[in-house]
């Protein structure tokens, strides 16, 4: 089968490592035939008041790529994160179903922010690039039963907003504005693009 990364000069020569455990990442990267193997970081996300949710976004990518960078200088590390964002505030994953009820009750009726932060490192050649994608969310409002049928579908675990657009989350948005993968996690026609300049000598 031809894949669109045929057309990418250089990326045969190079092994590409995914530093991310997140299986929606890996599972959007696979579909796409993008050749990489898994390396997960150990860092440990921040989340402080003294940044803004773009710069928590990007930096938490960016230790991510740069810790497992260091351990395979030689290869091209992608790394990522995504954080949901209410009127500047940061909704991270639910802390239990009540967690999850409060923010799916904050989220009802409106619009939020999906940022995704996308880094690709290699450090053997000296070369690191981060960007950041946006995609409005607009959810409709929901009932109480209609959020806690949706708690128990148990999609909410691990998931920032307690939602998950790819799975019956797609049943509580009204409309997005953007990048649909980019709310799964990763923004792969942007990727593209950034990936045939980064790997231009």
Known sequence: MIMLFSLINGLENIDIILASASPRR???LKSIGLPFKVVESRIEEIFSDEYGPQEIVEINA???GDDVAEKYPESLVISADTIVVLNDA???KPR???DAYRMLSRLSGRTHQVYTAFVLNCK???KRYAEIVSTDVRFRSLSEREMWSYINT?????KAGAYAIQGQGALLIDKINGDFFNV???PLSRFFVVLTDFLKD
Do not use: A, P, Q
């Open 26 to 28: 890996y599972e959007l």
């Open 62 to 64: 960016g230790r991510k």
């Open 90 to 92: 940061v909704m991270g």
């Open 96 to 98: 239990d179903e009540k």
């Open 124 to 126: 053997s050649k000296g």
């Open 154 to 158: 148990g999609e909410i675990v691990d």
């Open 184 to 186: 799964v996690g990763f």
